[in-house]
């Protein structure tokens, strides 16, 4: 083993106990990839890098869309958009036994579509739905573990901030991706809803049956349910039909939500200015944690760690499918030790190549060795596996970081209750991962039917 694949896997251990006692990871990869650059070729190499990479980075036009669909999501979390998204679903499933849990997680879908984030979505819909699934005596462990479970929708289904990170750094089309998340996040829908008709057929004392509204009632919240239709049409119809690429669409999608908030007058001047700090934070955060993920992968280039390990997994003999699914359960142990925006960035470098390598290399035909399937298409199918393998990690224990936001919205429910309760919901993802790796088609055919 060469000096510089020594530095290189030390640099690395340095790095996951910088996470472990909980360094900031957009500080810990630009300690680590800036010390470790420095190291190798000397300081001047890591002034004259930070004097055009933060530029280089964020000036990429791609990267525009994040602030945008951060700024779509402000302001729907402030305009009430959730309010009648979940009133809309309730109408149309409260009066089923269960049906107020299933609302929850319908309403969570819709809030995902026009937010893009898990702990927006489980934060703003436990706000919303809490209340109504503690008025029907739904038990504490379905109701807090239904939201935080329906707060993983948020990162799948488009517009989804990590996906786009996610297609930045393999260099696949955002569109493409946003046409590949829609069916698998369906499927997360229908299994979700399974799962909690399953869960009130085996303990019906844990949820009740609601008030089935009058007919002037469900029109009314039907109605309510309108706008946020409308804007998901408009923004994620409109990219997939190709009337805007994705900034423009988050634009529209911004002014849409805006527009609707000043009618119905539940944006206040107040409401206005903390969606723009709220959006200009996440996105700074975001951002930070990009510059210090391109120090470290310039790094880990130079020292040749990311080249070895697709060599060596090459050279193994283990069958492709082996090795994903390790990759796989690899993301999920990941997922308990840091958030999802924060492991994609770390990882995905480090295991694309790998996978590229074991497709037979970056020009492999769709009829080659591997896994049967175009570099473009393993892109496709890997990004999907990933986004949902990181969802996992949003409601699996010691982190768990949707489960910590619903336990702060209801302190009277124990947080192993709420563990205990989003499980059926754990099991229901693990066969999600089952069907997608089993049939790629489910991912790869509608972006195949859009082109």
Known sequence: MTDTLVLGLGALVVLIGLIAIRMPIAYAMILVGGIGTMMLNGPALVLSQLKTLAYG?????????????????????????????????????????????????????????????????????????LPELKRYKYSGALATGTLAAGGVLGILI??????????????????????????????????FLLTIAVYVAIKPESASRGGAPNAREFVAATAGMIPVLVIFGLVIGGIYLGFFNPTPAAAVGVFLVLIFGLVQRKLTRWDFVQALKETASTSGMIYLIILGAELLKIFMSRVGLPQEMAAWVGGSGLEPMTVLILLLVALILLGCLMDSLSMILLVIPFFWPVLV???????????????????????????????????????????????????????????????KGVTPFFIAEILRVILLVSFPAITLWLPYMLK
């Open 57 to 129: 980075q964020f000036s990429i036009y791609d990267l525009s869309v994040v602030p945008m669909f951060v700024l779509m999501g402000a302001f729907a979390s402030k305009t009430g958009l959730s309010q009648a998204l979940f009133r809309g679903a309730n109408a149309w499933l409260g009066w089923l036994r269960g049906g107020t849990a299933m609302a929850a997680i319908a309403s969570c879908a819709g809030f995902g579509a026009v937010c893009g984030s898990s702990l927006a979505t489980a934060s703003t819909m436990g706000k919303v739905a």
């Open 158 to 191: 488009p517009p989804s901030v990590v996906l786009i990170i996610y297609a930045i750094i393999v260099e696949a089309n955002i569109v493409t991706m946003f046409m590949a998340a829609f069916l698998p996040g369906l499927l997360a829908v229908i299994l």
């Open 357 to 419: 390598e074991i497709n037979g290399g970056i020009y492999q035909g769709a009829e080659g060795a591997g896994f049967g399937m175009s570099t473009e298409d393993l892109k496709i199918w890997f990004g999907i596996l990933a986004l949902v393998v990181v969802e996992l990690g949003l409601i699996t224990p010691p982190v768990g970081m949707n489960v910590f936001v619903i336990s702060s919205l209801d302190r009277e429910t124990p947080m192993i209750e709420t563990f």
